[in-house]
């Protein structure tokens, strides 16, 4: 039996807006072995959190495949993604739009339970809802209280038992702790991964934050403009970056390290439009090793080293020469 969770093929989701299609997400393909952390990292605008809404359909696909345990979600009716979303959930990235302001603690984390008839009284309900609440560190004097009343680590303890209530096997994190203080990022980030090896459950960690995914993903995916540009296992990602646009996004994370030798990369030029874009590589324009063959054809991911994808103009012949041109040009 395969030990991957989930793959996604081909995955598009196009808006139609006055100007033209927009492409949110355009081609994209990765697959997630069960209890491994894929992070998915990008600029703002990038498609990664669309990604992952398109991923548990709360966003219809344009086009392509989610292969879930092997089964292709996207032909599952109202009723198989009813009891789908057991094994599927989702952190939102911030916990107070999140949370509804009306309800309690224990109301708000008791709801899925609820919801899939999962707990036969109110005194199952109560154990329940008082297991989710250790589980995640939130104090019993806490049940009654209301969102607005706590602090926002607080809160996105809440959203993570309110997603671990059905007992899933796989979970969406859209930028947990990007709306948190850095002192508290690190409590949840460690619980996270507690609950993860405890628990046996799956991630995709969507964030913009190099430094947090770093020590939090087994995989990493770049994502530009709705494409992935390159993915690789997160040591690699960070020991040989690849992507013209991935040595800028690592030259920007501040070091404490006085030896630390990489050189601020600064990207200048146009941001291409995500609109009817044209064929080529979408990062061209603000690339200083862009050359003609950027932009006369599609570009497609490249396995340039064992588990290693980028894709570049110059992909498509021997991986350890294209690794090696790729390198010396950006040299």
Same mark, same amino acid.
């Given at each position: 039996?395969?030990?991957?969770?989930?793959?996604?093929?081909?995955? *598009?989701?196009?808006?139609?807006?006055? *100007?033209?299609?927009?492409?949110?997400? +355009?081609?994209?393909?990765?697959?997630?072995?069960?209890?491994?952390?894929?992070?998915?990292?990008?600029?703002?605008?990038?498609?990664?959190?669309?990604?992952?809404?398109?991923?548990?359909?709360?966003?219809?696909?344009? +086009?392509? +495949?989610?292969?879930?345990?092997? /089964? @292709?979600?996207?032909?599952?009716?109202?009723? $198989?993604?009813?009891?789908?979303?057991?094994?599927? $959930?989702?952190?939102? $990235?911030?916990?107070?739009?999140?949370? @509804? =302001?009306?309800?309690?603690?224990? #109301?708000?984390?008791?709801?899925?339970?609820?919801?899939?008839?999962?707990?036969?009284? *109110?005194?199952?309900?109560? %154990?329940?809802?008082?297991?989710?609440? #250790?589980?995640?560190?939130?104090?019993?004097?806490?049940?009654?209280?209301?969102?607005?009343?706590?602090?926002?680590?607080?809160?996105?303890?809440?959203?993570?038992?309110?997603?671990? %209530?059905?007992?899933?096997?796989?979970?969406?994190?859209? #930028?947990?702790?990007?709306?948190?203080?850095?002192?508290?990022?690190? $409590?949840?980030? @460690?619980?996270? /991964?507690?609950?993860?090896? /405890?628990?046996?459950?799956?991630?995709?960690?969507?964030?913009?934050?190099?430094?947090?995914?770093?020590?939090?993903? +087994?995989?990493?995916?770049?994502?530009?403009?709705? /494409?992935?540009?390159?993915?690789?296992?997160?040591?690699?990602?960070?020991? @040989?970056?690849?992507? =013209?646009?991935?040595?800028?996004?690592?030259?920007?994370?501040?070091?404490?390290?006085?030896?630390? *030798?990489?050189?601020? #990369?600064?990207?200048?030029?146009?941001?291409?439009?995500?609109?009817?874009?044209?064929?080529?590589?979408?990062?061209? =324009?603000?690339?200083?090793?862009?050359?003609?063959?950027?932009?006369?054809?599609?570009?497609?991911?490249?396995?340039?080293?064992?588990?290693?994808?980028?894709?570049?103009?110059? %992909?498509?012949?021997? =991986?350890?020469?294209?690794?090696?041109?790729?390198?010396?040009?950006?040299?």
């Amino acid at each position: 039996m395969s030990d991957t969770i989930l793959e996604v093929r081909n995955l *598009k989701k196009y808006f139609p807006t006055p *100007k033209g299609t927009l492409h949110a997400v +355009d081609g994209v393909n990765f697959a997630i072995k069960k209890g491994k952390t894929l992070g998915i990292v990008g600029e703002s605008g990038c498609g990664k959190s669309t990604t992952g809404r398109v991923i548990l359909r709360l966003l219809e696909a344009t +086009d392509g +495949d989610i292969l879930f345990e092997g /089964q @292709n979600i996207r032909h599952f009716n109202k009723d $198989q993604m009813r009891r789908l979303r057991e094994d599927m $959930q989702i952190i939102f $990235q911030d916990p107070f739009a999140s949370l @509804n =302001p009306r309800m309690t603690a224990s #109301e708000i984390i008791g709801e899925p339970l609820l919801i899939h008839n999962k707990v036969k009284n *109110k005194q199952e309900l109560t %154990a329940r809802v008082a297991e989710l609440m #250790e589980l995640v560190g939130l104090s019993p004097r806490l049940v009654n209280t209301y969102p607005h009343e706590l602090d926002g680590g607080r809160r996105q303890r809440i959203g993570i038992a309110r997603a671990l %209530a059905l007992k899933p096997k796989f979970i969406i994190c859209d #930028e947990p702790v990007s709306a948190l203080d850095v002192s508290i990022q690190a $409590q949840i980030l @460690n619980l996270m /991964q507690d609950l993860q090896e /405890q628990l046996g459950l799956t991630y995709i960690f969507i964030t913009h934050d190099l430094s947090v995914v770093k020590h939090f993903s +087994d995989e990493i995916a770049v994502m530009y403009l709705g /494409q992935l540009i390159e993915k690789a296992p997160a040591r690699d990602l960070f020991s @040989n970056p690849t992507h =013209p646009y991935t040595r800028a996004l690592l030259s920007a994370i501040p070091s404490i390290h006085l030896d630390h *030798k990489m050189e601020r #990369e600064v990207l200048q030029g146009e941001i291409t439009s995500p609109i009817n874009p044209a064929p080529g590589c979408r990062f061209a =324009p603000r690339c200083k090793y862009a050359a003609p063959e950027c932009t006369s054809r599609e570009i497609h991911l490249n396995e340039i080293n064992e588990g290693h994808f980028v894709a570049c103009a110059m %992909a498509g012949g021997d =991986p350890l020469e294209i690794y090696e041109a790729i390198l010396s040009r950006l040299h």
